[in-house]
Every structure is written in C-alpha cells, then in structure tokens.
C-alpha cells in the first residue's frame, strides 16, 4: 500500500493567513492526489484533483501543487469557514489511501 | 444535482453482518464506479472499496475476506456487506461517487452524509 503522511499534523491561524499543507507519497503518484475538506459531523468535501484542479464551485484561494512524491495544499487568505480538517488521498492505485489528516484550528 | 443517502442500522453486534445500502438520486448509477469510505470515531479515511455499475469490484486487501459490494441497477442502489463484525468496525461508514477527469484520474466528487454503524453487544 502507498503510505501517505501530511504535515504538520494540526495547525494554528488567524483568518487571513496563508496556510501551506504538505502531502508525501511513499512512492512516486505521478499526480494522482487530491485534496479534501471536512468539517464535524459532515463528510468530506473534494477541493482538488489531480494535484492541481480545482473542483467546480471550490473558492480559488484553495490551490495544488507538486508532483511525484510531494504535494502541497495552500490556502491563500485564510477564511473563517476554511477552519477544518484537510485530507491528501491517492489515486495512482488501490486500495486508496488517505493521508491521516491536518487539523486548521483557529490561533 | 446527484445525491446519495446511506441506510442500515446503526448497531450490529460482534460476529455478525453489517449491511448498509446506498441510494443515488438525482441521476444514474450507470456509468459509474461507487465507493464506500468509513471513518472510525476520532481518526482518519480508510477506503473499503468501490463497484462499477455493471457489477465489477474491487476491494481493500485488508477487508477483502469479510466485504462484499453489490450493486442494483433498477433500483439506483449500492450495498456494502461486512462480515464477522468487531469493536474495530465501529465507524462512520460513507458512500461516494468516483469521478474522473480524461479516464486516468480519479477522485470522489460526491459523498452521501455517512451513517454511523456501532459494533456492540
């Protein structure tokens, strides 16, 4: 299985802020990764695909980036319904694995 | 917009079969592969599997001895089946429609809300 680890594990902002997410693929995923969004007590929400589309109707301050072993999500102005938990996932093969997620908390 | 809704019941004691359908509306299950997705309390994703409209699945090896994924087309339905249940399966089990951008990369566009499926004597 292709292990994919996110950092940091949680993280600390003001509305505002820029936020960088790292994503890392225990092998090469070429850029097959997406990026999700989910908030308590709801399911999660598809932001990116393809390392780097953004998914219809998702505000453009969420963008992909990175290919091979190494991604990134960034939030470029922080908003106070961005606040959640954002999950990498693979699609280079199955089973699909997920990152274990990172924590926006409000600073 | 298409819209997909978990059903089952929410306790299932150990050793025994959970069973969770889910229901497409709003469109056609054709066409498609349907996943289901869980979420045990406090932790992250773990995919289960998905099926293609037309039957063919594909399961993760570490549930592939107890899970079954069936689909039924008329009724625009999907069903997940786990055997032999523990405290472990204890989650919030969610279905999901696979998209896909040029037929290579794939992705979950739509997600049901997730049941919650309680393990427990």
């Known amino acids: 299985d292709i292990q994919m680890t996110q950092s940091p594990s949680s993280l600390s902002a003001s509305v505002g802020d820029r936020v960088t997410i790292t994503c890392r693929a225990s092998?090469?995923?070429?850029?097959?990764l997406n990026w999700y969004q989910q908030k308590p007590g709801k399911a999660p929400k598809l932001l990116i695909y393809a390392a780097s589309s953004l998914q219809s109707g998702v505000p453009s301050r969420f963008s992909g980036s990175g290919s091979g072993t190494d991604f990134t999500l960034t939030i470029s102005s922080l908003q106070p319904e961005d606040f959640a938990t954002y999950y990498c996932?693979?699609?280079?093969?199955?089973?699909?694995?997920f990152g274990q997620g990172t924590k926006v908390e409000v600073k | 917009q298409v819209q997909l809704q978990e059903s089952g019941p929410g306790l299932v004691k150990p050793s025994e079969t959970l069973s969770l359908t889910c229901t497409v509306s709003?469109?056609?299950?054709?066409?498609?592969?349907w996943s289901w997705i869980r979420q045990p309390p406090g932790k992250g994703l773990e995919w289960i599997g998905y099926i293609y409209y037309s039957g063919s699945t594909n399961y993760n090896p570490s549930l592939k001895s107890r899970v079954t994924i069936s689909v039924d087309t008329p009724k625009n339905q999907f069903s997940l089946k786990l055997s032999s249940v523990t405290a472990a399966d204890t989650a919030v089990y969610y279905c999901a429609r696979r998209g896909w951008l040029m037929n290579y990369y794939y992705y979950m566009d739509v997600w049901g809300k997730g049941t919650t499926v309680t393990v427990s004597s």
């Open positions: 996932q693979q699609s280079y093969n199955t089973p699909r694995t």
């Open positions: 092998q090469s995923i070429s850029s097959y």
């Open positions: 709003g469109g056609s299950i054709s066409n498609y592969y």
